[in-house]
């Protein structure tokens, strides 16, 4: 159900490169700032695991 | 001094033109060792000798290279800059402990010179020794200076140079007071005030978390850009008035910024042009020695000052007044704990050691200045030795004069006390109010707990007693922080005077559980297994008592540690490293759309892309057992309501494929967007000739080059049916003869050539 979220945001969607299963989206590591600041935009507390 | 200071710069953020009311950027600075090696290498052959053969190093006479770097190792073996120390004589010991004092692994000549004098210390006396045995070098700017080394010193010969400590030396140096004694009372003194000391603690936690929320932006050279510092120099966490002022801190958020990346609480950040928090940990590592650190990185602050705060140091020239704090913390050090010196009375020393000490600049004519300048002397006392807690202040009786001495952080930092006793706390500093905010005592905190605080709840006003808020964003921020919520809870619960109202520990639980529902792995191994089957054995053996592998698809395992992953109970079939730019792994097939896939270099996100726009074929496998994919209009349409657009498969194509996108997805995609225009139909009038050459006399002749439309192949030529009429007269009267075939419409066949 969050993933769909996600990808019906127009400006996330751009950043997601593929969807590996039902709550796993893949990105690309040059899209992380974009993809951070869209997801905070969007409301939500992203938890980063580096 | 140090040169890692952040400068009170800014820039204008729209078109970039420096802002000429504040100074220019520190140059980059070398690792100490580095900048010393460097310095000494610039030295003269035959001073390199001289500071050689001083320290016992007798065969390098010959030597024309490396003599730098063997002075160096020589000067780093086991005790020997110890040694050299306890054979200087007293000046040069001051000398090469005021670079301990502030930590420093340079000082400006002129600026050191100053304090020197200040202290009632021969220049030549102390620096010449040091010199000749290496312990510091001479780097000026223009090495012809260098050249002409001689151990006369004359200040004025060496404008903007620095003198730089061996760095293996600042373990060795300890402070070494002056001789003279000072003027001091015993008298009785009242009102005596002592600042708590937490003063620049609090603002650099106001600063760490401001730029923790937002890094600050410089250019390539260094200045901040115009947001970025109105940001700062608006805030009034961090330049409003100090509740326990004497004397006012000019420019307030310079000096802060300077203080921060001096004690690196923000830093640059390698590879960027930005200035970023240090990580929060800084505040479990460093913050029982805070006020030390603080009040040794304020003694070489060299581009701020206590009158008028920072200014554009490289276009006026050094700043004298830094240069004064070392030496009003020497002279203090020579009290007695039960004696006081007058403000007035340490002037007065400084006027008689060295007139002028009070002028603006190091190297501007000080005849105005020779009455001497008590302002700037209780700006140094009074305001900043104050605020960091290094100064303690009382009234003379009966003279009502302010007197001063060291504290016993002064006492300590100086190196004639031991460390101060911790600051008395209790528990329940903290009032936690419904409304989210947060009012703490400064009576209960100390540098540790003003981390922690700035961690979870923003800072708001900073007065007697401090102002948080707790907000979704400052929760967040603490959690990414790796402060807990647990953590979070309890620190409240324990420091609260009363219980913490329920509506604020949900909240906080409230804002925490959100965190959890979208996760970011920055980095992660995908294993892909052949069949759900492998996965469910891998997992059989898979170690546990690290963090367990996430199972994505019934094929798929992600795992945060990849050296957890027992790869010696696998067999690898392949690896890819998904930072790396995607494979051209696909194939256009000679229909323009149709994809074959290499398995051999695909990977896992390939499918995925594909999906978005393209469809797999029913047909199965090709004949080499390639996937074959199919874009279609349906296809293009779907991919299009997911952001896939014609500049996206551009992009995309050249990736994948290796080669432009077809003309045939072209076609799909000017259908889709509706921007192709309509294709026509009409029924051409073809002329014929016999061989090529007759079209080409055709096709260069004047009279009937205007009647002829496009040529179709060597023999054949489109006439348009207006101009059909007039071809056939032209032709005709060159001679030619003109037969047409029948039937409607009808088409020419091929002249023939007359008479």
Redesign the interface.
């Known amino acids: 159900m ?1 993933a769909e979220e ?2 019906a945001r ?1 400006n996330l ?2 950043l997601v ?5 039902d ?2 989206l ?1 990105v ?2 040059e899209e ?1 700032d974009a ?2 600041d869209e ?1 905070r935009r969007m409301g ?7 | 001094m140090s040169g890692d200071e952040v400068t009170a710069d800014s820039v204008s953020e729209s078109n970039g033109v420096e802002d000429p009311s504040v100074s220019s950027p520190p140059p980059q600075a070398l690792p100490p060792l580095v900048a010393y090696v460097e310095a000494l290498g610039k030295y003269p052959h035959a001073v390199a000798i001289i500071i050689a053969t001083s320290l016992g190093l007798n065969d390098v006479r010959r030597r024309k290279n490396g003599l730098a770097e063997t002075i160096s190792e020589a000067l780093a073996a086991p005790r020997a800059a110890e040694r050299l120390i306890l054979g200087l004589d007293h000046s040069s010991r001051l000398a090469i402990g005021i670079f301990a004092l502030a930590e420093a692994y340079e000082w400006s000549t002129h600026g050191l010179f100053l304090t020197l004098q200040c202290l009632d210390v021969d220049v030549r006396d102390a620096i010449v020794p040091l010199l000749e045995c290496g312990l510091i070098v001479l780097e000026t700017k223009d090495e012809a200076e260098v050249l002409a080394w001689n151990p006369k010193l004359d200040p004025a010969s060496w404008p903007r140079s620095v003198l730089r400590l061996f760095p293996g030396a600042m373990s060795s140096a300890r402070t070494t007071l002056p001789l003279s004694e000072i003027p001091n009372s015993t008298d009785t003194v009242r009102l005596v005030r002592e600042s708590d000391g937490l003063e620049p603690i609090l603002r650099l936690a106001v600063l760490w978390q401001r730029v923790s929320e937002a890094p600050l932006r410089q250019t390539q050279s260094g200045l901040l850009y115009k947001r970025d510092r109105d940001r700062i120099e608006e805030d009034p966490a961090l330049v409003g008035p100090i509740a326990d002022a004497i004397e006012p801190l000019p420019d307030p958020a310079a000096f802060w910024l300077a203080l921060g990346r001096s004690v690196g609480i923000i830093e640059a950040e390698t590879g960027t042009e930005r200035i970023i928090a240090a990580p929060a940990t800084y505040w479990e590592d460093n913050a029982f020695h805070l006020p030390q650190m603080v009040a040794s990185r304020w003694l070489s602050l060299t581009r701020w000052q206590e009158q008028g705060g920072a200014i554009a140091a490289e276009t006026v020239g050094e700043l004298a007044l830094p240069n004064i704090r070392a030496a009003c913390l020497l002279w203090l050090a020579k009290l007695e704990p039960d004696q006081w010196c007058g403000v007035e009375d340490l002037a007065a020393i400084f006027d008689r050691l060295a007139p002028g000490w009070a002028r603006p600049l190091l190297d501007s004519v000080a005849r105005d200045h020779l009455g001497g300048d008590l302002g700037g002397l209780e700006g140094i006392l009074l305001g900043t030795g104050y605020q960091l807690g290094l100064i303690r202040l009382a009234e003379e009786v009966p003279s009502t004069r302010r007197v001063v001495q060291l504290s016993l952080l002064g006492r300590y930092v100086v190196g004639i006390g031991p460390p101060p006793p911790p600051r008395p706390t209790f528990d329940h500093f903290l009032f936690v109010q419904p409304n989210f905010e947060i009012i703490a005592y400064r009576q209960g905190l100390n540098p540790r707990m003003l981390g922690e605080l700035g961690r979870f709840a923003r800072w708001g006003r900073i007065g007697a007693a401090l102002e948080l808020v707790l907000s979704p964003a400052s929760v967040y921020q603490s959690l990414e922080g790796g402060f807990s919520e647990p953590q979070l809870l309890e620190f409240l619960t324990k420091h609260s005077q009363r219980a913490l109202p329920p509506g604020v520990a949900e909240a906080v639980r409230t804002w925490s559980s959100r965190r959890e529902r979208v996760t970011y792995f920055a980095s992660a191994t995908l294993v892909e297994f052949a069949s759900p089957s492998d996965l469910e054995a891998a997992l059989v053996f898979w170690p546990t008592g690290r963090a367990d592998p996430v199972r994505i698809a019934d094929r798929l395992l992600l795992v945060e540690d990849e050296s957890a992953i027992p790869f010696t109970r696998l067999r690898l079939a392949g690896s890819r490293d998904y930072r790396r730019a995607p494979e051209a792994c696909l194939e256009v097939e000679a229909d323009g759309v149709s994809l074959a896939l290499d398995l051999g270099r695909s990977d896992l996100l390939v499918d995925a892309e594909l999906a978005r726009f393209a469809d797999e074929s029913r047909a199965g496998l090709r004949s080499d057992g390639r996937r074959r994919f199919v874009v279609t209009a349906a296809s293009l349409l779907r991919g299009s309501t997911r952001g896939v657009s014609a500049a996206t498969l551009s992009r995309w194509f050249p990736q994948r494929t290796g080669g432009p996108l077809p003309p045939a997805i072209r076609l799909l995609l000017a259908a889709a967007t509706g921007t192709a225009p309509p294709l026509g139909t009409s029924r051409p009038i073809v002329v014929r000739t016999a061989s090529a050459e007759w079209l080409d006399g055709l096709l260069q002749h004047p009279l009937t080059r205007p009647h002829l439309g496009d040529r179709l192949g060597p023999t054949a030529v489109i006439v348009p049916e207006e101009s059909l009429e007039t071809l056939r007269r032209v032709v005709e009267e060159l001679g030619l003869k003109w037969e047409s075939t029948e039937g409607p419409p009808t088409p020419l066949k091929r002249p023939t050539v007359g008479k």
Not at chain 1, 44 to 50: A, D, M, W
């Open positions: 969050l996600l990808l127009k969607s751009k490169a593929g969807r590996l299963s709550t796993v893949l690309r590591s992380e993809l951070l997801l939500h507390t992203p938890r980063v695991v580096r």
